[in-house]
Nanobody, 115 residues
Framework: QVQLVESGGGLVQAGGSLRLSCAASGSIFAAYAMGWYRQAPGKQREFVAA???????NYADSVKGRFTISRDNAENTLYLQMNNLKPEDTAVYFC?????????WGQGTQVTVSS
């Protein structure tokens, strides 16, 4: 089964940028659709962005035009480029792999955006 480890979170001022990474191991990365989710304090975990095996992407309306999801299948790594960050983007961001055996989640990385 796939193992996922997120990194790249941190503290950034509103309007700034961060690039999150999700390193996968234990299975064939290129075979899986992947996604990013986030969970803010007191809120449910919500969808942020997804990318299929072949590259097509999908975004939540709240991040469309600001965030870009991408993948490097050769390096088994998923990315989320976050630009023009807003305080409401503050959350723990989770990486997810959609495998034939069920969804696999990373441990999360904290993103904090100050105003």
């Amino acid at each position: 089964q796939v193992q996922l480890v997120e990194s790249g979170g941190g503290l950034v001022q509103a309007g700034g940028s961060l690039r999150l990474s999700c390193a996968a191991s234990g299975s064939i990365f290129a075979a899986y659709a992947m996604g990013w989710y986030r969970q803010a304090p007191g809120k449910q975990r919500e969808f942020v962005a997804a990318i299929t095996r072949g590259g097509p992407t999908n975004y939540a309306d709240s991040v469309k035009g600001r965030f870009t999801i991408s993948r490097d299948n050769a390096e088994n790594t998923l990315y989320l480029q976050m630009n023009n960050l807003k305080p409401e983007d503050t959350a723990v961001y989770f990486c997810k792999a959609n495998t034939p055996f069920g969804d696999s989640w990373g441990q999360g990385t904290q993103v904090t955006v100050s105003s």
